[in-house]
């Protein structure tokens, strides 16, 4: 009888937490999971536990560990060990007690069933247990000292019955769903501080060039900065944010698409916490933190409206009643032309200084591919983006007719822009698996391919979505492990290596122009469209056509 441990060799900070989950390992049963490690994200708030326990029809439990010698004197948690006595920051109860409730309400998005019964424990694998022990923060059920290690599952099991045998279980199949839920965001927080450790290395130079141009603009208290897809626009909008923060400033950055709000909050979860924005996310996230309601019962266009409407009036009210200690010294909103004007009077009166406060914008006008009108208040000329740091310069050069500034690629030539044809009538979505297929054959990693749509959605986008949520579908694209199936609209400011893109968008769509742009932007590699010619002709003009067929 022996657990599964994910993962399978985990490496260990101190002994002590290779004590216990030897133990669990050995204890539980087969069809129980340790988790080792298991890192929480959400919002810019960042939690660990050190060892996480999915024990099917039986319950969950997350577990703090402290080696050496622990104690209680006054309320207060002391750890003693080789290098001598300390106090302890925080009661390890209430570590892992917070934890525990991060973890459940991480879910709650993710999945559509909750974590049913679940309980914390603290585990002090090298502590005896006192003859007395009265800690009212931590009954005796929820502390196991060296004498339980050696039948620590029974002592699990008997924690979780005593929160009460009415409470749901998950079953095997849910557990499954959450594990793959969780492991996703684990590997999407890695991938994140990795690359912010790539762009603060010296190698990366295009990327450090680049900043220079936070650097002009370090006496402007409001600056509009429009580029190109690729210009690098969403990383200079994180390292204004953080510059801002630096400089003793509260300040919120913002934007519109749920995938990029999740980029911004794993890379900033990576960065010190005194130099973290104090909000970081969706637009539509601020009215809700500071009272507005939350998102409706009704039909598609009456939640439609509550967005685009509702929330953006609410938030004007909400935040006209802030005082001024609670409003933002400076706000940095990235694909500002996603904004429409309602929502700017709203964000405005977020700011210290209303009209006159720090503000700065980062938007792509050609990116327009929202059915709404809105300019950022900012009457200065905008200052351009002229680099592509994102595609290979073959890219580029395919969309190049429709960017609202002339681009200069910085990057090597890379392979030609490949064009599948597809007959009239015939399945685009169809056409483009297969494109897929022919990349992984051909020796590309699952997690290095995007399949977007311009039109309907692909079928396998809708059932992850309905599977694990909107944010577990955007963490599993950033834990970077499968093929993503996605669509432009909500793909501005992301990338991959390799991008097949379908045209399945009608051509007499109005935006259909703006979401060609934002289709043939996204590789860095690698470029396949697949198609009708006669689609690509009219939605994209016959430049367009020439660079990406090659005829």
């Known amino acids: ?202 190698g990366n130079q295009l990327t450090r060039e680049q900043e220079k141009v936070l650097a002009l603009l370090r006496f402007q208290h409001r600056a509009q900065l429009i580029g190109g897809a690729g210009s690098g626009k969403t990383h200079l909008a994180l390292m204004k944010a ?23 909050e794993l890379t900033v979860a990576g960065w010190p916490p005194e130099e973290r924005p104090q909000f970081v996310g969706l637009f539509h996230d601020l009215p809700v933190l500071l009272g507005a309601e939350a998102e409706p019962e009704g039909t598609r266009e009456e939640i439609a409206q509550y967005y685009d409407e509702v929330l953006p009036r609410r938030l004007a009210e909400l935040a006209a009643e802030l005082p001024d200690e609670h409003r933002f010294e400076a706000i940095v909103v990235d694909e500002a032309q996603d904004f429409a004007d309602s929502w700017w009077e709203g964000l405005t009166l977020c700011l210290l200084g209303g009209e006159d406060g720090e503000l700065f914008v980062f938007a792509d006008a050609h990116q327009k591919v929202f059915d709404r009108e809105g300019s950022s208040p900012i009457t200065l000329s905008p200052f351009p983006l002229d680099d592509n740091l994102r595609n ?44 897929v297929e022919a990349m992984l054959d051909a020796g590309w990693s699952p997690g290095d391919v995007a399949l977007l749509t311009t039109g309907r959605r692909h079928g396998e986008q809708i059932a992850q979505v309905d599977a694990v949520g909107p944010a577990g579908y955007w963490d ?56 009708n010619p006669q689609d690509l002709l009219e939605i994209g003009g016959e430049d367009v056509f020439r660079r990406v067929t090659g005829a």
């Not at 931590?138 to 045998?165: C, N, S, T, W």
């Not at 923060?245 to 950055?253: M, Q, T």
């Open 242 to 264: 953080r510059d801002q923060v630096r400089a003793g400033k509260r300040v919120a950055l913002v934007c519109y698409s749920r995938g990029l709000a999740r980029h911004f």
């Open 476 to 531: 599993a694209f950033f834990a970077g492990d499968e093929v993503f199936y996605g669509h432009v609209l909500g793909f501005k400011g992301l990338e991959r290596p390799v991008v097949v893109l379908a045209l399945n968008d009608d051509p007499d769509n109005a935006l259909a122009t703006q979401k060609l742009y934002v289709g043939l932007s996204r590789a860095r590699s690698e470029l396949v469209v697949v198609g």
């Open 1 to 202: 009888m022996t657990a599964t441990s994910i993962p399978e060799a985990p490496e260990f900070a101190t002994q002590s937490e290779r004590t216990v989950w030897e133990a669990l390992v050995e204890q539980l049963p087969d069809e129980a999971t340790v988790l080792v490690g298991q890192r929480i994200t959400d919002h810019a708030r960042e939690v660990e536990i050190d060892l996480l326990v999915f024990w099917p029809e039986v319950g969950v439990v997350a577990l703090e560990v402290k080696g050496g010698t622990v104690s209680v004197q006054d309320g207060e948690w002391f750890q003693s060990d080789g290098s001598g006595r300390r106090a302890l920051a925080k009661s390890p109860i209430e570590q892992v007690r917070q934890a525990k409730h991060e973890l459940s309400e991480f879910l709650k998005s993710r999945v559509s069933f909750g974590l049913g019964r679940i309980t914390h424990v603290v585990v002090l694998p090298y502590t005896q247990a006192p003859p007395k022990w009265a800690v009212p923060d931590a009954p005796r059920h929820l502390v196991a000292f060296a004498q339980d290690v050696e039948h620590l599952a029974g002592f699990l099991a008997e924690a979780l019955r005593k929160q009460g045998a009415s409470a749901s279980v998950l079953t095997e199949k849910q557990t499954a769903v959450v594990l793959k839920t969780l492991r996703a965001t684990h590997k999407a927080v890695e991938n994140a501080q990795l690359r912010s450790q790539e762009i603060t290395d010296a």
């Open 392 to 435: 290979t310069a073959t890219i580029a050069e395919c969309f190049a007719p429709l960017t609202p500034v002339e681009q200069i690629a910085r990057m090597d030539a890379g392979v030609p822009v490949r064009f599948v044809p597809v007959a009239a009538g015939a399945s685009v979505t169809e056409a483009a698996d297969d494109q």
